[in-house]
């Protein structure tokens, strides 16, 4: 009989079951009281509480959903082991705290490495995720605020000889409000050139979750307003959800929710999209 293939957050589950096994065979502690929870976002891969008095206290650990399903091994085999460390650190005091010695001990013996950080590419928890090449041809990621600046002149420099990135540097959209896009959005490729590219006619998806069509280097010379009529209009032509149009609005021209109903408010009447679509 074939065994049925796991999700990544089976994967992750299984996983902590077996960890908390290994964790009362050798410290006699009773982490199935610990609450599993996948509601993070942003930088952080893991996150281990122990809150209330000491006879009373409620453990939980909680997993960054996206890396969950972009990264589960490193998940399954090290922020699960790391995370429940902490929680058995929390029920037994004298075995370790925070990130010194006896945690990473604690850590190891659950089949962690013992290491403080991950080496996971994040997705910012608010705003759009930028993923741009280095003068020496390195992937780095940028939040709404260093694009800007980057944008605006400013370069930024990295560390152990990953060069530097400016406005010249190549980059594309790889995440939206924490979620990874199915596929980046290329904005300025290596082989950009000045001369703004036509908008082609097939589409592209741009969302895992919320499913709507944005053409490659669709805004080649447009406002954002324009850009926005044309979004708005291919993605009611094309039968797509109201909330799937705000999110590529959003992802392409940097606008936070307000902004994007706002701007799809105003605009729908211009485009002959009816009052009643929408929220």
Known sequence: MTTPVQTPIQRIQ????????????????DLSVCAIRFDLKGRVGGWASGKGLPNA?????????????????????????????????????ELGKNHDYGWARVCRALGGSGV????????????TTYEYTTDR?????LSDRHHAAVQQGRTLSYRK???????????????VQGRTLAAPIVRKDVADVPTPAPVPATPLVITPRVHVLVPANFN????????????MLAG?????????????MIATNG?????????????????????TFGG
């Not at 960890?19 to 009362?24: D, G, H, I």
């Not at 403080?116 to 705003?127: E, F, P, Q």
């Not at 041809?137 to 990621?141: A, C, L, S, T």
């Open 14 to 29: 299984a996983k902590c079951k077996e960890v908390s096994e290994t964790a009362k065979r050798l410290y006699d502690v």
């Open 57 to 93: 206290r409620q453990y939980a650990v909680r997993f960054n959903h996206d890396m969950a399903l972009r990264e589960t091994d490193e998940m399954v085999n090290d922020v699960v082991p790391h995370e429940l460390a902490h929680i058995v650190c929390y029920m037994k005091r």
């Open 116 to 127: 403080r950080t991950h080496s996971m590419d994040a997705v910012y928890g608010k705003g």
């Open 137 to 141: 041809g390195h992937k780095v990621r």
């Open 161 to 175: 000889g990953k060069g530097k990135v400016s406005n010249a540097c190549a980059y594309s959209i790889v995440g």
């Open 220 to 231: 080649g010379g447009q406002s954002k307003a324009e850009v926005s009529r044309g979004l």
């Open 236 to 248: 009611y032509r094309a039968g797509h959800a109201y909330e799937a149009i705000i999110l590529a």
């Open 255 to 275: 606008y936070n929710r307000q902004l994007a109903r706002a701007t799809f408010k105003a605009n729908a009447p211009r485009v002959g999209i009816p009052a």
